[in-house]
């Protein structure tokens, strides 16, 4: 960091209290140098708050608004448990993929931190949201505050009608397959609360009204009475289970089939997030790294502040070793990091070994090239693309396999010539929600016989489903409201009934 | 367009819906959670919340989740050691060491316990539940003392809308005439001296000039007294009085032969904090006396009296001798309102009881604003429980009940509670 000294500037405050005029100040010269970097984004809304609102906006998965349930509950004890013990320190921010982007920064920041912040999030963030293909294609920036205020509005009134009890009962069930709630593939029509509002009613009637595929008793006279098998139901398998589910089950209510919409919604805003996790801090963290360089090299700003901000930021961005008792994984904010700053030495300073592996974008603009990764990848892809061997070095990146039949743990590649690709391409499938999540779809439904649900898991790499299958197949069974099975199909082919759910009683019966 | 929004001052709490949604899901593990706190407190300690303990596998969120087994290949990072191909043992389950974030978190999040904090409206409401008080009761207890605030005199400190004028201008007036008297005199001296020398040698003689600029001076001096100074001020003094200022004094009788056991104790141990609680809204100012029998009564502190073992007959006049020492020692002159409560299963030696009748209705009664026997027992009434009957016609202040859960307790307050709150 080389000053500039010649032209005497104004220097920005460098009190550790925060003033709204010192926010507003650094705020205006954090926007007017990212707009000189070309970053594009939408406006940015600053809401100051204390950590008790914190710690609220956490409860709520981070969204100002949301509907009640009692989990958003036990994570605020928890959080509040943890905070006030002095285990763990808020978030400085929490930003919210809104138009306008709207960025919470806490009260207890000194100023410095409220600088980095702005930067982090109402800059970084806010335009890898406005960005990034994931984000366009899936989620509304412009329509999710409605909808969620839609969405909380109309569980209230679903409590009062049908009780809190029953609505919350829905909620869990529908809360344990939230992330097989999302579609992966298929794009969802924009979210927009108008449209919502009208087409609810008309949906919720004629969801009802229709013939229900699965009440398609008509005596079916078969013209070929030597048929061998039956249409599938579904004729292909369905990945996203709450989808099926609000359209399918056939015993909810039209207001169940709204709220597991609701759920599936909520999910599918927060699907991008949880796939884009090193990019999008990488690229904040890129940003505000630059963005206040770029401050204090027009000498806006005084030593003081800098000395803050970088200890900060480099706590931020540290990667502790395989053996260090801190170590839980590779910290997504310093591999993001890394990766964005390294991107731009390639363009602006090329080694031949990268001129080698990254040919494309070696000797290019380098906002140019950031436009196109930060747009067009998300972290698998990204870590495919991107992972330089300088990189791997840096961060003496080795791989371990584990494989259960065999007794000793190996190391099957590290950083050298022979093991690049391979620790890469093993870092990318870490980063892929298809291996990261067990697969599990909708198989079958039984349409003739006792109208019985099937998943079908398919197994990664021989990777048994953990955790509580048992309850997760009550509340689908609870939703399907028959009884539901849950197989296994190995890699070699063969399928192993795991678990059968049964759930005989009809609401009807159980009701008299 | 940016906007920087102030949002401190909205509401803030956001989440109480959800954390009463969550206290009302888990009703049954936090009242467990309750009942074992309760064992672990003094029966005085019950304006405090209570750190609750649930195990964190009844409020798990199940999910579909990778199970550990199978092929999993991971990158770590700060290789210091390995070549690709070497052969590591595997570290011991759930050590620490090299085991990442992958099989990590796909064990969920360990099996801590969850942990939160209850306040103490959420604490009595639950114990509260367990007595089955009736509402009015509730908020009768719940209630924290009321203070009134009283003047009492003047302080030299305190907020500017306190400051008594008339109190400070007084001070100040002193001030001045104290800081000024000295120069005032010599100024009446200068005075009259300057009247003789005017009256012998005219007015514009030197001598009356320099007089004159004397005189000026001086008054320059008094002048510079400040009128009113910050030590001059002085405040009202208003303090906070406790509106009950009587004081009360609560026996708990307590039969600690081999036949009370632990669960009795704990009901036992409901009845003595339901009374101290009902005290402590009443009276400003609360003695316990612990006394426990067997066949030899003894007065002890409360660790030792919830929590020693004795075993042996039983001779419940011991008790109700030494609890009449006690009262006729320190309690006899009048100012102490006094409340006894006894509890026992009812077992006592056969000779004993009626000796007990007496020394009740004649000695202690008479002195007593209440007194509450409490027989813990699920079989027959015992002879101390029929002895006892015969004093519950003659006096108002004796009340007995017989308990087989905590919720039973209540009614034998319901004379004390109906007298002083309805």
Known sequence: MKRATSKKVKQLPATSEWTFEAIDAYHTEIARVAANFGLDSYPAQIELITSEQMMDAYASVGMPVNYHHWSFGKHFLSTEKSYRRGQMGLAYEIVINSNPCIAYLMEENTLTMQALVIAHAAYGHNSFFKGNYLFRTWTNADAIIDYLVFARNYIAQCEERHGEEEVELLLDSCHALMNLGVDRYKRPPKLSLAKEKLRQAERTEYLQSQVNELWRTLPVHDAKPGKVS?????PEPEENLLYFVEKHAPLLEPWQREVVRIVRKVAQYFFPQRQTQVMNEGWACFWHYTLINKLYDEGLLADSFMLEFLQSHTNVVYQPSYNDRWYSGINPYALGFAMWQDIKRICEDPTEEDRAWFPDIAGSDWRETFDFAMKNFKDESFVAQYLSPKIMRDFRMFAILDDEHEAKLKVSAIHDETGYRRVRE???????????????????????GDRSLTLRHQQYRKRPLGGSIDEVMKHMARLWGFTVRLETQHEDGTVELVQETRLEKRRGQAEN | MTRIIDRRFDSKNKS??????????????????????????????????????????????????????????????????????????????????????????????????????????????IFFDDLALPNLVRTQLARITDYKTQRAGFKSDGSPANINIVRSMRGALGRRLALGSPFSARLRELQKELERVIEESGE???????????????????????????????????????????????????????????????????????????LTRTYEHIDVVFIRHHTVAKEVDEEEFFHSRESGGTVVSSALKLMHEVIAERYAHGTWNIYGAQASDGDNWDNDSPICRELLGAQILPWCQYFAYIEITPGEPQNLWREYEKLSGEHKNFAMQRIEEPADIYPVFRELFKKNFV
């Open chain 2, 204 to 278: 514009d003689c030197e001598e009356a000039l320099k007089l004159k600029d004397e005189i000026g001076r001086l008054r320059a001096k008094i002048e510079a007294i400040p009128f009113i100074d910050s030590f001059d001020l002085r405040y009202n003094n208003r303090i906070r009085v406790p509106k009950p200022t009587t004081q009360a004094v609560m026996f708990c009788v307590m039969d600690v032969s081999g036949s009370m056991d632990e669960e009795k104790k704990a009901t036992a141990k409901r009845f003595f904090m339901l009374l101290y609680l009902f």
């Open chain 1, 426 to 448: 093993i870092l990318s499938d870490q980063y892929n929600l298809g291996s990261r999540e067990p697969n599990i779809q909708v198989w079958n439904v039984d349409l003739r």
């Open chain 2, 16 to 125: 109480a819906v959800n954390r009463q949604r969550f206290m009302r899901r888990f009703k049954q593990q936090i009242r467990r959670a309750v009942n074992d706190a309760i064992q672990d407190r003094s029966i005085r300690d019950l304006d405090n919340g209570e750190q609750i303990t649930i195990p964190s596998k009844d409020l798990s969120e199940p999910q579909f989740q990778h199970g550990r087994g199978g092929i999993w290949e991971q990158v770590f990072s700060g290789n210091d050691q390995f070549a690709s191909g070497d052969l590591i043992n595997r570290p011991p389950s759930g050590g620490g060491g090299g085991r990442g974030q992958g099989k990590a978190s796909n064990e969920g999040e360990g099996e801590d316990d969850f942990v939160f904090h209850l306040s103490r409206e959420e604490f009595l409401d």
């Open chain 1, 230 to 234: 039956a249409p599938r139901f579904p």
